[in-house]
T-cell receptor
Framework: AQKVTQAQTEISVVEKEDVTLDCVYE???????LFWYKQPPSGELVFLIR??????QNEISGRYSWNFQKSTSSFNFTITASQVVDSAVYFC??????????????FGTGTLLAVQP | EAGVAQSPRYKIIEKRQSVAFWCNPI?????LYWYQQILGQGPKLLIQ????????DSQLPKDRFSAERLKGVDSTLKIQPAKLEDSAVYLC??????????????FGPGTRLTVL
């Protein structure tokens, strides 16, 4: 069965601290995609990154970086030098590439990040 | 480029009443999704359209929920009659095409439904 687990419900940090959001997934497929979305208080989900199961290279985008490890089924997200604007709920999601038309996203329960000034 | 539009943003109804939500996807996007996000949970797919055909409605409570996408553009999601447990944010998303999990889904701001 497909499942995404985000064990951290809430994290609170002080501005400029680094913070890592954990994501563990379960799937029986060999081909799949992993995503991170940000949901600010306005409610709109904002796409951050997509990774396919064959690409284990870590990725860095500005203050954001992602660590994908198939051996531990994890896709963790790190924010370096956090800022107040980073405060939001962050969702990790999984989508399986089964060749059919459906490509629904399976979301974790989210991690609420609060960055204090 | 305009994003995914949804209306209304907020709706409060009594249980057993009916309600409808509207979504206008990004121009040119063939695939449209409706997700339900209950407070404290991640979004859950209710229904996926490819143009005006249904691709996946396996998690749609069909006894009370219905959705349509006439002409393959706008979509309407209806609940009739509403129950207390339907209180949630209803998110609409669109992607360029379905059939590939690679395609990024773009989300609208959502409609927050409160059932009293």
């Amino acid at each position: 069965a497909q499942k995404v687990t985000q064990a951290q419900t809430e994290i609170s940090v002080v501005e400029k601290e680094d913070v890592t959001l954990d994501c563990v997934y379960e799937t029986r497929d060999t081909t799949y995609y992993l995503f991170w979305y940000k949901q600010p208080p306005s409610g709109e989900l904002v796409f951050l990154i997509r990774r396919n199961s064959f690409d284990e290279q870590n990725e860095i985008s500005g203050r954001y970086s992602w660590n994908f490890q198939k051996s531990t089924s994890s896709f963790n997200f790190t924010i370096t030098a956090s800022q107040v604007v980073d405060s939001a709920v962050y969702f990790c999601a999984l989508s399986e590439a089964r060749g059919g038309a459906t490509n629904k996203l399976i979301f974790g329960t989210g991690t609420l990040l609060a960055v204090q000034p | 480029e305009a994003g995914v539009a949804q209306s209304p943003r907020y709706k409060i109804i009594e249980k057993r009443q009916s309600v409808a939500f509207w979504c206008n996807p990004i121009s040119g996007h063939a695939t449209l999704y409706w997700y339900q996000q209950i407070l404290g949970q991640g979004p859950k797919l209710l229904i996926q359209f490819q143009n005006n055909g249904v691709v996946d409605d396996s998690q749609l409570p069909k006894d009370r929920f219905s959705a349509e996408r006439l002409k393959g553009v706008d979509s309407t999601l209806k609940i009739q009659p509403a129950k207390l447990e339907d209180s949630a944010v209803y998110l609409c998303a669109s992607s360029l095409r379905g059939g590939s999990s690679y395609n990024e889904q773009f989300f609208g701001p959502g409609t927050r439904l409160t059932v009293l």
